[in-house]
């Protein structure tokens, strides 16, 4: 249960980078941005747990946390840029 909380804290945190990273108007706002951004942390940490390279999502005295967040903060970007391509293509149909 710890390590669920966890990933979510680590994805509302790579969700608020990702936004800063990619800023621009999302049709879902704010709360749909952090849920996307959850989403891509724990796709994206899980890559980095299943190549070896982050950490095994324990909180920040893991020696990988900083990988963690990396691989977190490109997974929420890729979900972001996924969400506004399938959302503006919605939008213009």
């Not at 390279?53 to 929420?76: Q, W």
Request: aromatic share 6%; charged share 10%.
């Amino acid at each position: 249960m710890g390590s669920i909380i966890w990933w979510i804290i680590i994805g509302l945190l790579a969700g608020v980078i990702a936004k800063a990273i990619m800023p621009g108007r999302d049709p879902g706002g704010v709360i749909i941005t952090i849920l996307l951004g959850i989403v891509g942390a724990i796709v994206g940490g899980k890559v980095g747990q299943l190549l070896g390279i982050g950490g095994r999502g324990e909180g920040m005295g893991d020696p990988g946390f900083i990988m963690t967040l990396l691989f977190a903060v490109i997974g929420a970007l890729v979900v972001l840029a996924v969400y506004r391509l399938i959302t503006h293509r919605s939008l213009r149909s």
